[in-house]
């Protein structure tokens, strides 16, 4: 007898469409797994008997064959568990075969019969919603803890699986299993908070300013300073001055940390900005993803939000140098002998550094203890090429007690105000409608924009600068001067346009103006002093 189960395999962010066929036939008690499956599939035969068993199931003997169609695809997880686990109750007569005709299945079972939950279950939801023509009259059986997860995406039934006897029962029609409720992505996202606020953050104004150009354009920053001058505190605050997440970045974003295995325990969604902090001692794929099996990293996990790297100087070279092609992309991939996985990685880098080992090189306060070799050698950790995807750089002061005894500065709401008017600014000028973070509001990661289209202006280049970071002649000659003065590469002068368009943005003018390219260049002007010591 045959029988044929739908589920999944996972290609990167992708799923694709599997068809568990079990065929039971008589002959000698033989298990045969096929169609490209790694270990942890193949070790499948002796969880599935076990659990058939102990949810008080026959275990049909005789020659019992598996084939995971397609072939070509390989197959990887212990997701296939259930699927496989039906498929041989259903080829055995136990449950009735038709009954699983409108059902995609995943779900990994222990041996007593109870079902696991298993990564990448989003990446399900949306290929069942995308591939199937008929997808309105499918419905999904998943591990209950991932049950809610699924239920994200609406239009699909979702089914929670608690028990191989309890699922089976249902198929049968002797037990009724409610649907998993579907989840309002909206009231999550809007529920969403943080622990943190800049109004926390005594003085540091500048700081605090360059922290929300940065925000407003999606410029990459790096702030140096010595320690204890609240590096780290500002760099904490920065994703609460973001704007809130749309349904489709926290649909994406959702689906890495599914495919990771890293959703919070107990939420079903990542619903606030990523900030990751990587130590200084990860390694590549740990940063940028990789693996056998290639997982999203660090990097992939800070998809839309900030990705900070704290003492970026103590950083392997090899390792930081990883980053370079992602952060012009907005994406990053991963080749394998047999396939090549892409994972998003449109991020807002945030790095801090110690000026040098000692970390008091310029403070009036402390002696620096650290020669001009030490603290060469220190910085050419950060190559010029990488430097240069930085648009800004910028010195943060210890600070004062006097400024430390003064009072509170904005609350992230008011500056998130600003970030988010800017932004919709952005998106209009660069024909993303009215969507707030320029993504089309799509609930796929199949279709996503055009690369080369920019979203923020610090994704500009080449001709989308002289586009739209015009200046006037007075623009024209201070900035001509501060390209002598500052040495700046041809990267750089463009990163101080794209800066003050950004600054224009928040102020609502159309043009660039003076102040607003003079601010700019203050932001380069920090580039120099890490230069020089280089």
């Given at each position: ?24 036939a ?16 193949k ?7 076990s659990a ?35 498929g ?21 079972i222990?041996l ?23 997808a ?46 579907p989840?309002?992505l ?23 300013r360059?922290?929300?150009?940065a ?25 609460t ?13 959702s689906t890495?940390?599914?495919i ?5 325990p ?52 090899k ?35 110690n ?5 008091f090189f ?7 203890r ?26 943060v ?24 008017r800017?932004w919709?600014?952005?998106q209009?000028?660069?024909s ?42 007075e623009c024209?000659?201070?900035l ?19 800066v003050?368009?950004?600054i ?5 003018s ?5 102040s ?13 002093r ?5």
């Amino acid at each position: 007898m045959l029988a044929k189960v739908k589920t999944a395999a996972l290609a990167g962010m992708r799923a694709e469409s599997v068809t568990v066929e079990v065929d039971v036939a008589f002959g000698p008690n033989v298990f045969n797994l096929v169609g490209l499956p790694d270990v942890s599939v193949k070790e499948a035969e002796e969880r599935v008997r076990s659990a058939i068993r102990n949810s008080d199931f026959e275990y049909p003997g005789g020659r019992i064959t598996i084939n995971l169609a397609p072939a070509e695809v390989r197959k990887t997880g212990t997701w296939y568990d259930l699927p496989i686990a039906l498929g041989i109750l259903a080829a055995s007569q136990q449950i009735p075969i038709s009954s699983l005709d409108n059902f995609v299945v995943v779900g990994e079972i222990a041996l007593d019969g109870s079902v696991k939950p298993v990564n990448g279950v989003l990446s399900v939801v949306l290929m069942v919603k995308e591939s199937f023509q008929q997808a309105e009259k499918l419905a999904l059986i998943v591990p209950f803890e991932n049950a809610r997860e699924a239920a994200c995406v609406e239009g699909l039934k979702v089914y929670p699986a608690q028990h191989l006897a309890e699922i089976s029962a249902f198929l049968k029609g002797n037990l009724d299993i409610s649907p998993e409720p579907p989840v309002k992505l909206d009231d999550l996202l809007k529920s969403a908070s943080y622990d943190v606020d800049f109004s926390e953050v005594k003085g540091q104004e500048q700081s605090k300013r360059a922290l929300e150009i940065a925000a407003a354009g999606m410029h990459n920053l790096l702030l140096i300073g010595p320690p204890g001058a609240g590096k780290t505190m500002l760099a904490q605050r920065l994703p609460t001055i973001l704007p809130t997440l749309s349904p489709a970045e926290a649909i994406e974003v959702s689906t890495i940390y599914s495919i990771a295995g890293k959703l919070p325990p107990g939420k079903s969604m990542i619903t606030s900005r990523p900030f990751r902090n990587p130590h200084h001692t990860i390694s590549g794929p740990g940063l940028v993803g990789g693996g056998s099996i290639p997982l999203p990293g660090e990097l992939s996990l800070a998809h839309t939000g900030v990705l900070f790297l704290d003492e970026i100087f103590e950083f392997p070279p090899k390792v930081l140098e990883l980053l370079r092609q992602p952060l012009e992309d907005g994406e990053i991939t991963i080749s394998r002998a047999r396939a090549s996985i892409t994972f998003p990685s449109r991020v807002l880098l945030l790095a801090a550094a110690n000026p040098c080992p000692c970390g008091f090189f310029g403070d009036e306060s402390d002696r620096c203890r650290c020669t001009i070799g030490d603290i060469k050698k220190y910085r050419k950790r950060l190559s010029g090429a990488l430097l240069d995807r930085i648009d800004m750089v910028l010195e943060v002061p210890k600070l004062g007690s006097e400024k430390l005894e003064g009072g509170h500065g904005e609350s992230s709401e008011m500056m998130r105000r600003r970030v988010q008017r800017a932004w919709e600014i952005q998106q209009r000028r660069f024909s993303y409608g009215d969507a707030p973070t320029g993504n089309g509001n799509q609930l796929s990661n199949t279709s996503a924009p055009d690369k080369r289209k920019p979203r923020f202006n610090g994704d500009l280049k080449g001709r989308g600068i002289d586009k739209f970071c015009v200046l006037d002649d007075e623009c024209q000659k201070l900035l001509a001067r501060a390209l002598d003065k500052l040495g700046l590469t041809s990267r750089g002068y463009q990163g101080i346009k794209k800066v003050a368009r950004t600054i224009a943005d928040l102020e609502g003018s159309e043009v660039i103006k003076l102040s607003h390219l003079a601010e700019a260049i203050q932001y380069r002007a920090g580039e120099e002093r890490v230069r020089m010591v280089v």
